[in-house]
């Protein structure tokens, strides 16, 4: 498994501002993902995000609003740009680790839980 | 498009009754499907991953078993640190992405 480390774990917004997510990996991973869940709802993978290029977007979610950086193998920070109370959700970082097995498996940060005013 | 269906949404459990939880899923040739677990403010927990039709997999009072078209999430003799959601997952040959279910919010009661 792989420690993941996000921060903040939650904070409360105004509406019109931007906010920085950051998630540490304890090791180097190749696969980094970002997931949002809604309150009640299932998660939704956001974007793929890749190192040392452009994140890629999932249907729905574009760049300018979710503005994603991967600079390394070990940290990514999400962006979530121009909030409104509709971004009000939990944002998710997720990681690939592979044994050896083709599938590999999905673990989850603690996730940071944003309130938009 | 893939779709994975959880039910049932809630269930409340009696400490010591053990119960079912149903995963269906529609995908074009299943690559994994996967079980976690998530508690209140939590990011999920893995707890699982099923390959293949008649595979089964323990782990403490949970075991998962999978067909063609489901997967059981069986809990023998619940306790209450057994209260969670329960979230399903599957991921289909073509990529790595993974089709999470809306879960299924287990309360067990002492």
């Known amino acids: 498994s792989a420690v993941i480390s996000q921060k903040p774990s939650r904070d409360i917004c105004q509406r019109g501002t931007s906010l920085t997510i950051q998630c540490q990996v304890d090791?180097?991973?190749?696969?980094m993902f970002w997931y949002r869940q809604q309150p009640g709802q299932s998660l939704t993978l956001i974007a793929t995000?890749?190192?040392?290029?452009?994140?890629?977007?999932e249907s729905g979610f574009v760049i300018d609003k979710f503005p994603i950086s991967r600079p390394n193998l070990t940290f990514s920070t999400l962006t979530v740009s121009n909030m409104s109370p509709e971004d009000s959700s939990i944002y998710l970082c997720?990681?690939?680790?592979?044994?050896?097995?083709?599938?590999?498996?999905?673990?989850f940060g603690e996730g940071s839980r944003l309130t938009v005013l | 498009e893939d779709q994975v269906t959880q039910s049932p949404e809630a269930l409340r459990l009696q400490e010591g009754e053990s119960s079912s939880l149903n995963c269906s899923y529609t995908?074009?040739?299943?690559?994994?499907l996967f079980w976690y677990r998530q508690d209140p403010g939590k990011g999920p927990e893995f707890l699982f991953t099923?390959?293949?039709a008649g595979e089964e997999k323990e782990k403490e009072r949970l075991k998962a078993t999978l067909t063609k078209k489901e997967s059981f999430l069986h809990i023998t003799a619940p306790k209450p640190e057994d209260s969670a959601t329960y979230l399903c997952?599957?991921?289909?040959?073509?990529?790595?992405?993974?089709?999470f279910g809306a879960g299924t919010t287990v309360t067990v009661r002492a």
């Open positions: 997720s990681v690939r680790l592979f044994s050896g097995l083709d599938t590999g498996e999905l673990f």
């Open positions: 090791s180097q991973v190749t696969m």
């Open positions: 995000a890749n190192q040392g290029s452009e994140a890629t977007y």
């Open positions: 995908v074009s040739g299943l690559r994994g």
């Open positions: 099923l390959y293949s």
């Open positions: 997952a599957v991921q289909a040959p073509r990529d790595y992405k993974l089709s």
